[in-house]
């Protein structure tokens, strides 16, 4: 494999796969890069599903956590409408506390988000401006911006209460992801089908290709350049 850009590293920290150099250089197409992460897990294939096991990781949390009745508790159920968005951050913190799995954080709103970014860089630009030269400049809009940049995160964490998924589904899926590694050894085997799955979407979201252009032939360097 050639030069490739450093959002490739999301794959080996999902699946805690670290590459040697040597398989980095005998990675040239995306199937190349299953046969190596396939040569980590050193674990029989099953067709028997993780995202059930996923499953049953986020409706403990959800039962124990928050006291959800067991027989609500559905893949197509919305996250939504089981906790309220009244007490809900101190409700998913412990339905992160009681699950056995890593669970995702509560987001901000897309608007707040795209609101501060803005704000952040309209002053680190000001304070760039207004410096009477270049490096002082370039020195106060990085300040400026680190600043703000956590002042704004800290002040608004309060305001972080919506969900990441949609559904019970959607969170067993993200959960999958995120204790890929905790799941498949507690479990003794991997889904093969799964993985590609979780691999093809990992790529898409690096790269923006689309799942068509994600093939087991694919050349990496198409997609990761």
Same mark, same amino acid.
């Given at each position: ?125 000001? %304070? #760039?401006? !207004?410096?009477?030269?270049? =490096?002082?400049?370039?020195?106060? &809009?990085?300040?400026?911006?680190? *600043? ?46 799964? %993985? #590609?799955? !979780?691999?093809?979407?990992? =790529?898409?979201?690096?790269?923006? &290709?689309?799942?068509?252009?994600? *093939? ?10």
């Amino acid at each position: 494999m050639g030069s490739i850009d450093a959002d490739f590293s999301v794959i080996p920290e999902t699946f805690s796969t670290p590459f040697s150099k040597l398989e980095l250089r005998e990675m040239h197409s995306i199937g190349d890069v299953f046969k190596a992460m396939r040569n980590h897990w050193r674990l029989p294939h099953s067709d028997r599903c993780l995202t059930a096991a996923a499953f049953y990781g986020v409706r403990r949390g959800l039962v124990d956590g928050a006291g959800i009745e067991r027989a609500i508790i559905r893949p197509a159920a919305h996250l939504s409408e089981l906790i309220p968005v009244a007490g809900r951050r101190s409700s998913w913190t412990s339905v992160q506390h009681h699950s056995p799995l890593q669970l995702p954080c509560l987001e901000r709103p897309t608007w707040l988000v795209l609101s501060l970014a803005a704000l952040v860089v309209g002053i680190a630009g000001c %304070a #760039w401006w !207004l410096a009477p030269g270049a =490096i002082v400049g370039f020195l106060l &809009a990085v300040a400026c911006s680190g *600043l703000l940049g956590w002042t704004a995160a800290f002040v608004t964490t309060p305001l972080a209460r919506n969900f990441p998924c949609e559904t019970i589904g959607d969170m067993s899926r993200c959960a999958l992801r995120l204790n890929f590694p905790l799941l498949t050894q507690s479990r003794g085997y991997v889904n093969e089908h799964e %993985a #590609w799955d !979780l691999l093809v979407t990992l =790529i898409q979201e690096q790269t923006g &290709a689309s799942k068509e252009e994600i *093939l087991w032939d694919t050349p990496l360097l198409q997609l990761f350049k």
